[in-house]
Every structure is written in C-alpha cells, then in structure tokens.
C-alpha cells in the first residue's frame, strides 16, 4: 500500500514537472529581446517588424501591439495567427499588405491605428469576418475603399475615425448600421446631411463630433432614438436657441452625457427636458449666466470651468444628486449660504476672486472630500468655515492673500492633505492658538507646512508650540 501511494505520488510529480517545463519553453512569436509576451505581445520602438517565430512552442497570444518606432508597412506572414486585438501606434506605416490579417480573418475584433501615413483605408480590413472595433486615429487618409467598407460594415459596432481627413459627410457611413458607438472628431465636416442617420437612428448609443467645424446643432440628430451620449465640444454653436434643439430630441428623456465645452457659448441652454442628464460640459465658453430653472435635477457632474460667472448659478443648490461642481477660472466674488447642495463631494473654485470664506460658505457639505480654492485673493477665513466639512480628504490654498494661519484649520480632519502659500509671509502672535497646535500636534508626521512668519520663523516650529 506504502508503496503504491509512494509511486502515484512519483507521477503526480513528474506531470507537475513537465507542465512547468512545458510551460518555460513556450516562447513569444517574436525575439523576447525585441517584445515583451506576458499577457500580450507589446513591441516598442521596433524599426521594422520582425521575423515571426513559428512552431508547437510558440504561445498562442491573442493582443498584439506595437507602439512608437519606425514601421513603415505590414508586409504578408508578419503577424502571428489567431489575434483577437491588433493595435499599430506611432508608427510611420505606409502600406499594409492585402493578405497581412489573414492568419486572424475569423478572429480579430479589434484593429486599431494611429498616427501612420496610410492615405488609403487597408482592403485587408476586408478579410475579417468578426471585425467588431475599428479605430483609425491621426491618419491621412484620402481614398475610403467602399468595397472593403461594405465588407465590413455588418459586424462594426464601434467605429472612431478621428482626425482623417474627411471634410464631407461620409455617405458610406450608412452602411453600418450595427454602429453602438460614433466617433468622427476631428474631421472638418462642416455641416451634415439630414438623413446622415436614418439608417442608425435605432442603434448608435454614443456619438462624437468634437471639433468638426459645425456651427449649427445638426437637424440629423432629430432621427437619433436610442442616443445616451453626445458630444459637440469644439464646434461655434454661439445661438442658445441651437442647444435648445438637443432638448426637443427623440434622446432628449435616454441622454445621460452632453458635451459643450469651447463651443462659443455666451448663455446656456433651458435643458430641464433632458430628465436623465447625469453629466454636462460647459466650460471654456463665455457664458456669464445660467438662468434660473434650466439645468436638470438628474445631474451628478457639472463643468462650467473657464466661463464668466460672477456667482453661483441658483439652479445649483437644488441639485440633490450632484456630486462633481467644476467653477473655476470665473469672476464669483462671493458666496451666498448654501449655494451647494449637500451632495457635494469635489467642488473647484480656484483662479475665481474670492476675498472672504465665512462660517456659511460651506455650510452643510458633509460628503465634501475635495475642496480647490487657489489662485483666490482670500485674505479672511472666518473660525467655523470648515466646520461641516467632516470628510474633507484635500484642501487647498496655493496663493492665497491670507497673513495668518486660520483658526478654521483646527476644525479639519488630522488626515485632510492641506496645500497652502500666500504671496507674503504671515503674521504669527505670541503664543500660538491653542486650537492651533493642537490640531498642529494630532497631524503628526502626516505633513509639514513649508512657510515663515514674518520674523522669518518656520510655521511647523510655530504651530508646535515654540513661539519666538
């Protein structure tokens, strides 16, 4: 019986050490000195591809990518076979053989290109059978093969061409009407036709035109039905009325994401009938007022960075789900209480002209974690300010006009990561605030507070209690 066991255990042993050795000797397709094959094949900086390495020991690897190096075609029986993912990345290609994706043709879902000099769309696309993402990104391309596009419309249900030089609605577009998602960035289309859409109004969910050369909201979104996502940031849309369009949609009640930023925007929209809007964009426009009643009470981020807002808009205070609030490079001068909802966790206020933080200011924002005020000519930050901000994970106070260390900081957590500078040194009465060093000490080695007093003593001796 001893014996018996002590054989079987002898087998499992020797299988274990052959799977091991099995598993050493399977190596990548290419030169381990030239790719690294961990999960994927990841080639950087190659000048030219290599040659490909067959036989029973190769791994079966799935991704291929090769990023930034000198490329400059994909010639035939280049790459390995049975690949899922091909993504090719800053590199000068050219050319890419007709049959270069036969050894995956009932395989790749993914191919991906940026930044190479192809002027022509590659007719190995053709071949792929499976094709579900094409991505084509900072390409020159001047030919579009309608016969390989036809080819692979059906199965394509994410396709991006971005910055590829069409400057015309693409009418081949139609044929893909499996498209989930839409993304023609880039491109200087200018205008596009009102039936551009017809044939995907029930399918495309995501659809991107940043930087296109619009100037007018187009009529073709009219046919879109099951769009959650749009974005039109980049474009000169400077009538309201434009926007306002967005909201009369079939999507208007399914759309959950709106891009606006540097549209060229000097008001902003009634978009009250987009009841499912979670996200909006409005920065880097010129918007100085937000009318009361026009934003949604769905929203959990609003972006209204870089605009000319000399206060809070009202409509904000009553959104109860609003969680991200981006205001800054605007003109507020002050803050009414409770302007915030209390859903408010990140709130950015900096490069604005606030003088003053009061103990109302951020009243009632107890989930807040994250609170931005640089670049702000604060000189006075009133003792109870941060008293209901008990969640505060960041402050931060970089040039500040403050001349001495305020008593509001004794109210904040020891864990809050507090960043501050001011543009003199402050003024540091004898002896320090209790509340102060107290708070001071519970911080520990958790950070130090590199400023002087203006006797020229460092702030972390001050605030530790050795006052001269």
Same mark, same amino acid.
């Given at each position: 019986?001893?014996?018996?066991?002590?054989?079987?255990?002898?087998?499992?042993?020797?299988?274990?050490?052959?799977?091991?050795?099995?598993?050493?000797?399977?190596?990548?397709p290419?030169?381990?000195?030239i790719?690294?094959?961990?999960?994927?094949?990841?080639?950087?900086?190659?000048?030219?591809?290599?040659p490909?390495?067959?036989? $029973?020991?190769?791994? @079966?690897?799935?991704?291929?990518?090769?990023?930034?190096?000198?490329?400059? &075609?994909?010639?035939s029986?280049?790459?390995?076979?049975?690949?899922?993912?091909?993504?090719?990345s800053?590199?000068p290609?050219?050319?890419?053989? $007709?049959?270069?994706?036969d050894?995956?043709?009932?395989?790749?879902?993914t191919?991906?290109i940026?930044?190479?000099?192809?002027?022509?769309?590659?007719?190995?696309?053709? @071949?792929?059978?499976?094709?579900?993402r094409?991505f084509?990104?900072?390409?020159?391309?001047?030919?579009?093969?309608?016969?390989t !596009?036809?080819?692979?419309?059906?199965?394509?249900?994410?396709?991006?061409?971005?910055?590829?030089?069409?400057?015309?609605?693409?009418?081949?577009?139609?044929?893909?009407?499996?498209?989930?998602?839409?993304?023609?960035?880039?491109?200087p289309?200018n205008?596009?036709?009102?039936?551009?859409?017809?044939?995907? @109004?029930?399918s495309?969910?995501?659809?991107? !035109?940043?930087?296109?050369?619009?100037?007018?909201?187009?009529?073709?979104?009219?046919?879109?039905s099951?769009?959650?996502?749009?974005?039109?940031?980049?474009?000169?849309?400077?009538?309201?009325?434009?926007?306002?369009?967005?909201?009369g949609?079939?999507?208007?009640?399914?759309?959950?994401?709106?891009?606006?930023?540097s549209?060229?925007?000097?008001?902003?929209?009634?978009?009250?009938?987009?009841t499912?809007?979670?996200?909006?964009?409005?920065s880097?426009?010129?918007?100085?007022?937000?009318?009361?009643?026009?934003?949604?009470?769905?929203?959990?981020?609003?972006?209204?960075?870089? &605009?000319?807002?000399?206060?809070?808009?009202q409509?904000?205070?009553?959104?109860?789900?609003?969680?991200?609030?981006?205001?800054? &490079?605007?003109?507020? @001068?002050?803050?009414?209480?409770?302007?915030f909802?209390?859903?408010l966790?990140?709130l $950015?206020?900096?490069?604005?002209?606030?003088?003053?933080?009061t &103990?109302?200011?951020?009243?009632?924002?107890?989930?807040?974690?994250h609170?931005?005020?640089?670049?702000?000519?604060?000189?006075?930050?009133?003792?109870?300010?941060?008293?209901?901000?008990?969640?505060?994970?960041?402050?931060?106070?970089?040039?500040?006009?403050?001349?001495e260390?305020?008593l509001?900081?004794?109210? /904040?957590?020891?864990?809050?990561?507090?960043?501050?500078?001011?543009?003199?040194?402050?003024?540091?009465?004898?002896?320090?605030?209790?509340?102060?060093?107290?708070?001071?000490?519970?911080?520990?080695?958790?950070?130090?507070?590199?400023?002087?007093?203006?006797?020229?003593? /460092?702030?972390?001796?001050y605030?530790?209690?050795?006052?001269?």
């Open positions: 019986m001893v014996m018996e066991l002590t054989r079987n255990l002898h087998i499992v042993l020797l299988i274990g050490v052959v799977c091991v050795v099995q598993a050493i000797a399977v190596i990548c290419y030169s381990d000195l790719c690294s094959c961990d999960s994927e094949i990841l080639c950087y900086g190659l000048q030219q591809i290599p490909l390495i067959t036989g $029973d020991n190769v791994g @079966k690897f799935t991704y291929l990518t090769f990023q930034v190096g000198n490329i400059t &075609n994909i010639p029986n280049s790459l390995p076979p049975g690949l899922t993912l091909i993504e090719l800053s590199h290609i050219s050319s890419i053989a $007709d049959d270069a994706f050894s995956s043709a009932d395989t790749l879902e191919f991906t940026k930044e190479s000099h192809l002027t022509s769309l590659p007719t190995a696309l053709k @071949k792929l059978s499976k094709l579900i094409l084509i990104d900072d390409t020159p391309i001047q030919v579009w093969d309608t016969a !596009l036809k080819q692979i419309a059906p199965t394509v249900e994410n396709l991006a061409l971005r910055n590829v030089s069409l400057s015309t609605w693409p009418s081949w577009i139609s044929d893909f009407n499996s498209l989930l998602t839409l993304d023609l960035s880039g491109n289309l205008a596009i036709p009102d039936d551009a859409f017809n044939s995907l @109004k029930e495309v969910t995501v659809l991107e !035109l940043r930087n296109t050369g619009l100037t007018h909201v187009p009529q073709a979104l009219s046919t879109l099951s769009l959650i996502s749009l974005d039109l940031r980049n474009n000169n849309f400077t009538d309201v009325s434009e926007i306002e369009r967005i909201a949609s079939p999507f208007a009640r399914n759309l959950t994401d709106l891009f606006l930023d549209s060229g925007l000097t008001g902003a929209a009634n978009l009250t009938n987009l499912s809007l979670k996200v909006i964009g409005l880097n426009n010129r918007i100085s007022d937000v009318a009361a009643g026009s934003l949604p009470r769905s929203l959990i981020a609003l972006y209204l960075s870089n &605009n000319s807002l000399s206060s809070v808009p409509d904000v205070a009553f959104l109860n789900s609003l969680t991200d609030l981006y205001l800054s &490079n605007n003109r507020i @001068k002050e803050i009414e209480p409770t302007s909802p209390s859903s966790v990140y $950015d206020l900096h490069f604005n002209n606030l003088t003053v933080i &103990n109302t200011t951020f009243t009632h924002l107890s989930l807040l974690e609170l931005l005020l640089n670049f702000n000519p604060i000189s006075t930050i009133e003792p109870a300010a941060f008293s209901d901000l008990v969640s505060l994970q960041q402050l931060s106070l970089i040039e500040t006009h403050l001349t260390i305020p509001a900081f004794s109210l /904040l957590s020891p864990q809050t990561d507090l960043s501050i500078t001011t543009t003199q040194p402050f003024s540091c009465p004898c002896p320090a605030p209790r509340e102060l060093v107290e708070w001071y000490s519970s911080r520990a080695l958790f950070s130090t507070i590199h400023l002087y007093c203006s006797s020229g003593q /460092l702030i972390d001796s605030l530790s209690g050795q006052c001269r």
